[in-house]
């Protein structure tokens, strides 16, 4: 899951202001992960990027480019790679399933047939395929999110806005619709925005996170990058631990720290791997009770932001 | 994405042009619209003027025919201005029922469902989506109005002539640009009242309302200050004065003469009621609202 060398989305000093209220402010920075979360508290801004990019409301100053296009010069263009699956409800709800999606095929530009064969694969895809011929008034709030889903990509957009996709489904739904999007992510042949106030949801999904607070952006980070460095920091619970174990650690170069008794922390330094730690463990006849990749979660990156 | 593999696939076929794009809404809508019994049935109705008033082009121009049903040509109507006036007014009494069925919920439908920003997200623009709904509208009511006018007129030169052709090229022109009139102010009131009347049945009754309401209101007006300029207010008479006007019928024929407003202020007030449904339209069909 390597990220793509141009960035998906490249922010320009974007600013969007409704009347006299500023909601973003001077966004900058490029996008540049297989699967983006958006994070923020309530009136952060998420959603209003997500309709900035879209073409919903215009900048008041800056810009933003998708794929290298301008979206305010190529709102159209860009809007033929996009995917968007909306927050609220929004659906045709005296339609059957299958022909919604269809229809948004066809807006999307596919010829009538072709839009009708992808709109039974998408639905199959999402796990529709049962219930496509219901109308969409029938539905119950798993499945409504699930065609929304399915409109958001039966045309095979390369970027996909997912806008708090899991609202409201029950674990069995969400852990499903998590699934998708991992699988549309890991496919290759999109990327994926995901905004979200669930943290947890944004960490099984995205390598790459922004978070905004009042408009602006708190923090940005390769979540991927963050795993892998923090694959390095343990934190030990021993028995019969001593200072001889401790300066035995340190020999191997790992700096460490005692945090309680029979508790450190340390830094694994390159070549050094955890077998190691259990021979010199074993060699001084210390019991390694509990061994943690302490590593900084996304909630502590999201309260670090948030301070 | 083949449904056997189960996996995210783009799509990489043909696309359709993007200027052909809003015509997906009509073809789509038509589904829904003849579904309706009572909508399939007045749009077949719609169809009995035009072929009876073939039957009397056909008769005037079938002697055989006259000296079967013993009738004598003068006793016929006569094939003329009036003739299409006639059939314009009649034709005009059933767009606006077509409207009224089919009209408050071309918009309303959407709103009420949020379905704006899926249709906006994709490649297409509030100004195509607009488009796109009235195209439901215009291409009915052109199919009862102007379309059989025009085939009637072709019919009827056929059969006189090349001479009534050249001689009555303006029937022509006063039957499309008189039933065209017609259809965008139809189209553009039932889809400005279909966004900001959600509730159907209450966009029906605006509708119906904004046709008789400043009727009536206008006339009272009109007789109490006895000036003509309160009709600026009423569409389907400043729709009459000015389909009167492409007839060359004198209008003053039906009201005193102190009733009647000049053409160019009918044709003023005709723009002034397009602009106002256009930014009505314009204030409610945006993907989200917002409030500042």
Redesign the interface.
């Known amino acids: 899951m390597k990220a793509p060398v141009n960035p998906v989305i490249e922010l320009d000093k974007l600013r969007v202001t409704?009347?006299?209220?500023t909601i973003l402010e001077d966004l900058q920075g490029p996008l540049k992960g297989r699967a983006i979360g958006l994070l923020g508290p309530n009136g952060a801004g998420k959603t209003t990027l997500i309709?900035t990019l879209?073409?919903?409301?215009k900048p008041s100053a800056g810009t933003a480019r998708i794929f290298g296009q301008d979206i305010r010069s190529h709102a159209?263009?860009v809007?033929?790679q996009?995917?968007?699956m909306?927050e609220?409800?929004?659906?045709?709800?005296?339609m059957t399933c299958v022909?919604f999606v269809r229809?948004?095929a066809?807006?999307?530009?596919?010829?009538?047939r072709?839009a009708l064969e992808?709109a039974?694969?998408?639905l199959?895809?999402v796990g529709l395929?049962e219930a496509r011929y219901r109308k969409l008034g029938t539905y119950s709030l798993g499945m409504k999110q699930l065609a929304k889903l399915a409109?958001a990509?039966v045309?095979?957009?390369?970027l996909i806005f997912l806008d708090e996709p899991t609202n409201g489904l029950d674990p069995p739904a969400r852990l499903r619709m998590l699934e998708l999007i991992r699988?549309?992510r890991d496919?290759g042949?999109?990327t994926v925005v995901l905004s979200s106030h669930l943290l947890h949801d944004v960490e099984e999904c995205c390598d790459e996170i922004l978070i905004l607070k009042g408009g602006r952006i708190a923090a940005q980070c390769d979540l991927e990058e963050e795993r892998r460095a923090n694959k390095r920091f343990l934190e030990l619970e021993t028995r019969g631990a001593s200072a001889e174990f401790a300066e035995a650690i340190a020999s191997l170069g790992c700096e460490y720290a005692i945090t309680g008794e029979q508790r450190l922390k340390l830094v694994l330094q390159d070549g050094v791997e955890v077998r190691d730690l259990y021979r010199i463990a074993a060699e001084r006849k210390v019991q390694i009770r509990r061994l943690n990749y302490k590593r900084d979660s996304l909630e502590d990156i999201f309260l670090k932001a948030m301070e | 994405m083949a449904v056997y593999e189960h996996t995210y696939q783009p799509y990489a076929g043909r696309l359709t042009p993007l200027w052909s794009r809003f015509l997906v809404i009509p073809q789509h809508a038509y589904r829904a619209v003849f579904q309706s019994k009572l909508f399939t049935g007045l749009f077949a109705i719609c169809f009995v003027c035009p072929l009876i008033m073939a039957i009397i082009i056909y008769l005037h121009h079938n002697v055989n025919a006259l000296a079967l049903f013993r009738i004598q040509s003068a006793d016929i109507v006569p094939i003329n201005g009036s003739f299409f006036r006639v059939f314009l007014m009649i034709q005009s009494s059933f767009a606006f029922l077509l409207t009224v069925l089919v009209g408050p919920a071309l918009v309303s439908r959407d709103l009420t469902n949020n379905a704006l920003p899926l249709y906006l997200c994709r490649p297409f623009s509030r100004a195509e989506y607009v488009l796109g709904k009235a195209s439901v509208l215009i291409i009915l009511l052109s199919l009862i109005t102007w379309v059989p006018g025009l085939l009637l007129f072709i019919f009827q030169s056929y059969l006189e002539g090349f001479g009534w052709l050249t001689a009555n090229l303006w029937i022509a022109n006063a039957v499309f640009v008189g039933s065209v009139l017609w259809i965008v102010l139809l189209t553009l009131f039932s889809l400005a009242l279909s966004a900001w009347i959600k509730w159907r049945v209450a966009a029906s009754g605006a509708l119906f309302a904004l046709l008789t309401i400043p009727m009536a209101i206008a006339s009272l007006i009109s007789e109490l200050f006895r000036t003509p300029w309160s009709h600026l207010f009423n569409p389907s008479m400043l729709l009459k004065f000015v389909t009167d006007d492409l007839f060359f019928y004198d209008s003053s024929s039906d009201f005193d003469p102190w009733m009647v407003l000049p053409v160019w202020s009918a044709w003023i007030g005709l723009a002034g009621f397009v602009a106002l449904s256009l930014w009505l339209l314009s204030r409610k069909v945006r993907a989200y609202e917002v409030i500042t």
Do not use: N
């Open positions: 409704f009347g006299k209220r309709h879209l073409g919903f409301h159209k263009q809007r033929t996009i995917g968007y909306p609220r409800d929004s659906f045709i709800a005296d022909h229809l948004m066809e807006l999307s530009g596919l010829p009538p072709a992808r039974h694969e998408a199959f895809y395929g409109q990509i045309h095979g957009p390369r699988e549309i496919s042949h999109a």
